[in-house]
């Protein structure tokens, strides 16, 4: 029968839905109910391109967080240091992704140097990281896709695996089935949750900050009140915050970005007051109830600092923000909840933020019931996004230590564990134990084949070792 205009156009819209990736929710209409804009529509034209143009990515995960953390009891994620960790987070079910500076200062700034969380990087490093993510997830969703399409698993043998452990369920990696059809699509482009820092400067700094940022592909960025050129870690010593009045500029500025940009980016407005000691004037006089009269040799102002410092400034940025964020000192429910309790009392429903912090030593603060438990709890009293903020820093170091002691004391049989441990993992959805396909030799093998329509010689995944042996 031949193959007409009509059957062709029937063929690839069935094509399309079996294959259809799953799209973000629009934005819905209560996005922008309580959020203040201290300028007028006709300020944000103005300020537009005359040329459309369209930041998908960031679109796309800006509504698909909104739509996680308004269904989800929470969202938790893990600091991702690199793009493949962040492919590893999501092949292991995480639907989010965040990405701290403090990381980025340590090992990923594009100074290439190793700093400490003070602001020292170049500021366009996380956007730069932000990127590196994204196309880390792009590539990955080439792979599956092209795999899927072809019908190729990942590696399944009806007889089991090739690789000394045969379990004879022909499932390799949780990607690919053993009857040739083609596993569930996985929606690889996870919202990235991204650090300003404390913008690195004033408003206008904040606001190219954010352009940057979602030109990048973020979903969501974080900005501190703390002055940027001291700024520290929230869990350092040191912190100097900046006024009330002025913090909130830096949202405004933030906001305006991107609006202008026409991308419904979430805002999350961190205070550090429950720590800090420190502040640069008195001009706002919703901070001078916590001043203590006394100055510095710099200028600064002693404050108190404390919960109760941090629960005014979360209200005041309530208004100007989607997510508040009090960044904490220990792990502690009881603090969390008077936050929490505080700012919905004022705000009901307004979303809150928590870092389950590393700097937190977790079995010497809580009991493993309380451990087991935190998240949910946390969940109930509407910390609808919980990180892990350096997960890649330790992953990464604890990691590569381990493997290099045991191969230090027993040679390749240190390293073989680590190959079993991967074999192990395929169980559970791993890939990455097949480096070359993992990183998309196979995939570029297909654009090859694409362009000499099926006539190529020189494939490099035939006659490859990872073909023969895995």
Known sequence: ???????????RVARQAKFALPEAPPVPATRWAGIVRPYRGEDVERLKNTVKIEYTLADLGA?????????????????ALTGNQAVQ????????????????????????QTYPDQSLYPANSVPSV?????QALLRADQIEN??????????????????GHANGNGRANGNGQANGQPADKRYWLAPIVADAEAGFGGPLNAFELMRAMIEAGAAAVHFEDQLSSEKKCGHLGGKVLVPTSHFIRTLVAARLAADVMDVPTLIVARTDADSAKLITSDVDPRDREFLTGERTPEGFYQYKGGIECAIARGLAYAPYADLIWCETSTPDLHEA????????????????????????????KLDDSTIARFQRELGAMGYKFQFVTLAGFHSLNHGMFELARAYKDRGMSGYAELQ???FKSEEH???????????GTGYFDDVMQVITNGGCSTLALEGSTEKAQF
Not at 345 to 351: A, Q
Not at 429 to 439: I, K, N
């Open 337 to 364: 909840k008077a936050f929490a309790d505080a700012i919905r009392d004022k705000f009901p429903g307004k979303m809150l933020a928590y870092n389950c912090s590393p700097s937190f030593n977790w079995k010497a």
């Open 146 to 163: 092209s795999e899927s399409r072809k019908g190729v698993q990942e590696g399944a043998r009806s007889n089991g695996h090739r690789n």
């Open 1 to 11: 029968m031949p193959v007409t205009r009509v059957s062709r156009t029937a063929n």
């Open 63 to 79: 509504r698909r967080l909104w739509h996680l953390l308004t269904t989800r009891e929470y969202v938790n994620a893990l600091g």
């Open 420 to 422: 079993a441990a991967e």
């Open 130 to 134: 932000v990127r590196r993510i994204n």
């Open 429 to 439: 959805g791993y890939s990455a134990t097949r480096h070359q396909r993992e990183v």
């Open 89 to 112: 987070q999501v092949k292991a079910g995480l639907d989010a992704i965040y990405l701290s500076g403090w990381q980025v200062a340590a090992d990923a700034n594009l100074a290439g």
